[in-house]
């Protein structure tokens, strides 16, 4: 059977993680988050008071950026790779409002882009891999067999992020959830360099009233039949 890149793209909190791992799964693919990187670049330059304090230190940033070494690693128990920042297990802690609260003010950044554009180019140039983020169909792979843009509502968003939160022990409010999502929609949409946007040739997909079981069949068919016209 023929491998394809896949493509998910799409506003935050639309599911696209979920979706692509499950998708990765079902297909005996590599899952790579793209988001979690540049989380993960976040969480370095909140650590080091690069971003998040009174003033930005963009220029200290993008001189530390050699030493940033992002790398996944599989665990077999949760049935998934977490990110490892400098040999150290961050998944938890870049999923916090907080890191939200910089990071896209962090992927604006075109040095931090170009460093790892060129790593997620590196991790699926065999094909074979699903690849979820915010510029993967238009940037990263534009030659994308497959692209997905996937879409909600920014109140359903937040509710579903609001919810997630909640249940990891943090202490939000949904008014602040649901601005921090409107926010990322601004910028995500509005930065200058590699801004989201629907790829050409991408299928916009709206899952405001969908569950995952019906996300997943429906791509899971669309890649199907792209895989099936590749043998």
């Not at 979690?36 to 690069?50: C, D, E, P, Q, S």
């Not at 220029?59 to 599989?74: H, M, Q, R, T």
């Not at 890191?99 to 140039?125: D, H, Y």
């Amino acid at each position: 059977m023929g491998k394809i890149t896949i493509a998910i793209d799409g506003f935050s909190s639309t599911g696209k993680s979920t979706i692509a791992k499950q998708l990765a799964k079902s297909l005996g693919y590599i899952y790579v988050d793209t988001g979690a990187m540049y989380r993960g670049v976040t969480l370095f330059a909140m650590r080091h008071g690069y971003v998040g304090g009174e003033e930005d230190n963009i220029d200290g940033l993008i001189e530390a950026l050699p030493n940033i070494n992002l790398k996944f690693v599989y665990n077999e128990a949760l049935g998934f790779a977490e990110l490892y920042l400098n040999g150290e297990n961050v998944e938890r802690e870049i999923r916090t409002l907080a890191v939200s609260r910089q990071v896209s003010r962090v992927a604006t950044i075109e040095a931090v882009r170009l460093k790892l554009v060129a790593i997620q180019q590196e991790m699926g140039k065999d094909k074979g891999v699903v690849m979820d983020g915010r510029d993967i169909g238009t940037v990263v792979f534009p030659d994308a067999e497959l692209k997905i843009f996937m879409t909600a509502s920014p109140e359903t968003r937040a509710a579903r992020r609001y919810k997630e939160l909640l249940g990891k022990g943090e202490k939000v409010t949904y008014e602040d959830v649901l601005k921090n999502v409107q926010q990322r929609d601004y910028i995500d949409s509005h930065r200058e360099f590699s801004p989201l946007k629907i790829a050409e040739n991408s299928i916009e997909f709206d899952n405001s009233d969908m569950g995952l079981k019906e996300q997943l069949d429906r791509i899971l068919n669309f890649a199907l039949r792209i895989i099936e016209k590749e043998k």
